[in-house]
Structures are given as structure tokens and as C-alpha cells.
């Protein structure tokens, strides 16, 4: 069953210091996202992204943040000059273009652990 | 602003009995409701979908109920096994266009013992 990749699986950084974190969504699917989950808490709406660009945000997804899709097939998310408060398991998701529900299928998660 | 709620409180039912889960969602109407399950440190992963002129929904030993006077669903599992021990998640979009992001409930924790 075609899954989403994501790594790495657990990285610990310093406060201040940058991080990328990478995801392979299913190749077929077009509409790709990063939630976040802080320990303990609820799953939250980071971004979307499609055909290229954001297509969605959330308060959260301020400057300190920003997507890509180097290529074909990657879809980065980038934390620049990381806070304690960022730790977090940060999940990647995507879904085909469908009318009407739109169901996720979501990796395994990369956990970031900020010092 | 639009919410999902659900209990949570952690569920705890004995091997062979039928757990419900509730949830609740305020300042909208959702056209669909999802549920997804979440393990300890993994991804949450999609288990059912109900539309809202769908009363109920069966997948195997789960089912969906959508009540859109109580603005609720509930979630049940028959037949409860230990392997059925997870975080139950609902969620829905709010905004109806292709792609558009889910919201989550907190979720509710459900422990099954033998």
C-alpha cells in the first residue's frame, strides 16, 4: 500500500538553529500538508500546499516557517532559528484531488526535540 | 470559530464489550465527519468517513453515526479487543474546497484490557 515517507524519524537541534524536515507523499496525490503535535495535545493545521505554492496557512505558519517542493517528488518544511516552544511531532500528509472529502494519509512523523 | 470536541477523558472497557466515542462540533456544519486512529508516536490513519445525509456508517466491527440535530457523532467499536487500544481522533473540513484542510478533535483515548 503506497505510503508517506517522512525523515528524519527524531532529530534534537539547538535553540536558534535551523531544521528541515522532509517528506515523500504518495506520488500520486496532489495536495499535500504539515501538522504539528505538540506532546499531549491536539493535532494542528500547519499548511497545505499545491500546484506549487500555499494554497492555506494557519497563525501558527509565521515567518519562522516555509515550505518547498525541491522536485517530483520531496516536499520540505523548513524551521528557521528553532524555539523551545517548536518542539513538537510535525506530520506530513497528502491526498488525491477527489470531490468532495478530502481523506489524508499521513507519515509516521518526524519528531523534533529543540534544547 | 468553528470546533470539533471530543471527551477527553480516557475510555477504559473490558475485552469483548463495545466502546463509544463521542464527538462534538460547534459553529458549523460539517457536510462529513471523519474518524482516524492515532498510536502512541505514530501518524493518525484514516478508519471511516460519514457524510451528514448518512445516518450511519459500517466498516467490519466499526461504526459511524452522524446526528446533525445534535451535532454529534459517535463512534463505536463491537467486539473490543486489546489490539483496538488507541487514540480515536475525529476531525472534518471546514471549508469546502478541494484540498482543504481537516480539523482535528483532541482526541479520546481508548484502553482495552483483556
Known amino acids: 500500500e503506497p505510503e508517506v515517507t517522512q525523515t528524519p524519524s527524531h532529530q534534537v537541534t539547538q535553540m536558534g538553529q535551523e531544521v528541515i524536515l522532509r517528506c515523500v507523499p504518495i506520488?500520486?496525490?496532489?495536495?499535500f500538508y504539515w501538522y504539528r503535535q505538540i506532546l499531549g495535545q491536539k493535532v494542528e493545521f500547519l499548511v497545505s500546499?499545491?500546484?506549487?505554492?500555499?494554497?492555506?496557512k494557519s497563525e501558527i505558519f509565521d515567518d519562522q516557517f516555509s515550505v518547498e517542493r525541491p522536485d517530483g517528488s520531496n516536499f520540505t518544511l523548513k524551521i528557521r532559528s528553532t524555539k523551545l516552544e517548536d518542539s513538537a511531532m510535525y506530520f506530513c500528509?497528502?491526498?488525491?484531488?477527489?470531490?468532495?472529502?478530502?481523506?489524508?494519509?499521513f507519515g509516521a512523523g518526524s519528531r523534533l526535540t529543540v534544547l | 470559530s468553528q470546533k470539533i470536541e471530543q471527551n477527553s477523558e480516557a475510555l477504559n472497557i473490558q475485552e469483548g464489550k463495545t466502546a463509544t466515542l463521542t464527538c462534538n462540533y460547534t459553529?458549523?456544519?460539517?457536510?462529513?465527519l471523519q474518524w482516524y486512529r492515532q498510536d502512541p508516536g505514530r501518524g493518525p490513519v484514516f478508519l471511516l468517513l460519514?457524510?451528514?445525509?448518512?445516518k450511519e456508517k459500517r466498516k467490519e466491527r466499526l461504526k459511524v453515526t452522524f446526528d446533525t440535530t445534535l451535532k454529534q457523532s459517535l463512534f463505536h467499536i463491537t467486539a473490543s479487543q486489546p489490539a483496538d487500544s488507541a487514540t480515536y481522533l475525529c476531525?472534518?473540513?471546514?471549508?469546502?474546497?478541494?484540498?482543504?484542510?481537516?480539523?482535528f478533535g483532541q482526541g479520546t483515548e481508548l484502553s482495552v484490557k483483556p
Open positions: 459553529n458549523y456544519s460539517p457536510a462529513y
Open positions: 506520488s500520486n496525490h496532489l495536495y
Open positions: 500546499f499545491y500546484n506549487n505554492e500555499i494554497s492555506e
Open positions: 460519514i457524510r451528514e445525509n448518512e
Open positions: 476531525a472534518s473540513q471546514v471549508i469546502y474546497n478541494q484540498g482543504g484542510k481537516l480539523i
Open positions: 500528509a497528502s491526498s488525491a484531488r477527489v470531490s468532495g472529502a478530502n481523506v489524508l494519509t
